[in-house]
């Protein structure tokens, strides 16, 4: 069984080292890349001021973030999300990475060094040398539908970002169809057979003798006669 966490987070800017902290996580489970339905999605008090050019990207005002827990408050939950198993998928995975790691060092907790994980935006520009490869720029290469991400949001960019993830693996369709997928797996013993009834066709004592004649002037090389 193949596990991956696909996530997003939103902070107060661009740097953990230089004082800017998460605001928002968002997280879809996939199993053998297909949604479970599970989910993880908090909203972090940064305790500190989200500057207007952060407030302008997601819209997360401090005002509003006051009153939601503290990372440290939130972190074994999300820990427990991800898990053990956990394959972590981002799109530029290194910023979103950064900023929870930080966060898990600097409140006592272990960090997601040891998890694989992957870098859509990586995956992108392999695919699509030198084109635009934002998640807007991906959803509409892939015609899905983002009209509702007029903010960056975590938990609804994590569900866009797992479908745009599916389809840079190839689209959704080998994996859709399970019962496809279980027959090919099967061996061919196990699967059941359908017999058919063995058909009998008449003809008659001229016929068979015309065709036997054909058969010795025109085929001289064939296995039944050997």
Request: overall charge negative; aromatic content about 10%.
């Given at each position: 069984m193949?596990?991956?966490?696909?996530?997003?987070?939103e902070t107060?800017?661009?740097?953990a080292?230089?004082?800017?902290?998460?605001?928002?996580?968002?997280?879809?489970?996939l199993?053998?890349?297909?949604?479970?339905?599970?989910?993880?999605h908090?909203?972090?008090?940064p305790?500190?001021?989200?500057?207007?050019?952060?407030?302008?990207?997601?819209?997360?005002?401090?005002?509003?973030?006051?009153n939601?827990?503290?990372?440290?408050?939130?972190?074994?939950?999300?820990l427990?999300?991800?898990g053990?198993?956990?394959?972590?998928?981002a799109h530029?995975?290194?910023?979103d990475?950064g900023?929870?790691?930080?966060?898990?060092?600097?409140n006592?907790?272990?960090?997601?060094e040891?998890?694989?994980?992957?870098?859509t935006?990586?995956?992108?520009r392999q695919?699509?040398?030198?084109?635009?490869?934002?998640l807007?720029?991906?959803?509409r290469?892939?015609?899905?539908?983002?009209?509702?991400?007029?903010?960056?949001?975590?938990?609804?960019?994590?569900?866009?970002?797992?479908?745009?993830?599916?389809?840079?693996?190839?689209?959704?369709?080998?994996?859709?169809?399970?019962?496809?997928?279980h027959?090919q797996?099967?061996?061919?013993?196990?699967v059941?057979k359908?017999?058919?009834?063995?058909?009998?066709?008449l003809?008659?004592?001229e016929?068979e003798?015309?065709h036997?004649?054909?058969?010795?002037?025109n085929?001289?090389?064939a296995?039944?006669?050997?």
């Open positions: 193949l596990r991956e966490i696909v996530f997003d987070t107060t800017g661009l740097s080292e230089q004082g800017d902290r998460l605001v928002e996580i968002g997280a879809i489970e199993i053998n890349h297909l949604p479970t339905g599970r989910t993880y908090q909203y972090i008090n305790l500190r001021e989200v500057p207007e050019d952060a407030f302008k990207v997601h819209g997360l005002s401090t005002e509003f973030l006051q939601y827990p503290k990372f440290s408050d939130i972190a074994k939950d999300f427990s999300f991800v053990d198993d956990g394959i972590l998928v530029n995975a290194g910023f990475m900023f929870i790691n930080y966060e898990l060092k600097h006592g907790f272990e960090t997601l040891k998890h694989e994980v992957i870098d935006l990586q995956i992108a695919k699509f040398t030198g084109a635009h490869n934002s807007d720029a991906l959803c290469r892939f015609k899905i539908d983002n009209s509702k991400r007029t903010l960056h949001g975590a938990l609804l960019d994590a569900e866009l970002l797992s479908e745009v993830y599916l389809e840079l693996l190839g689209g959704a369709e080998p994996s859709m169809n399970f019962e496809v997928n027959l797996n099967e061996p061919m013993n196990s059941q359908q017999k058919r009834e063995q058909r009998h066709f003809i008659s004592a016929e003798n015309i036997t004649e054909f058969l010795k002037q085929i001289t090389d296995v039944w006669l050997k």
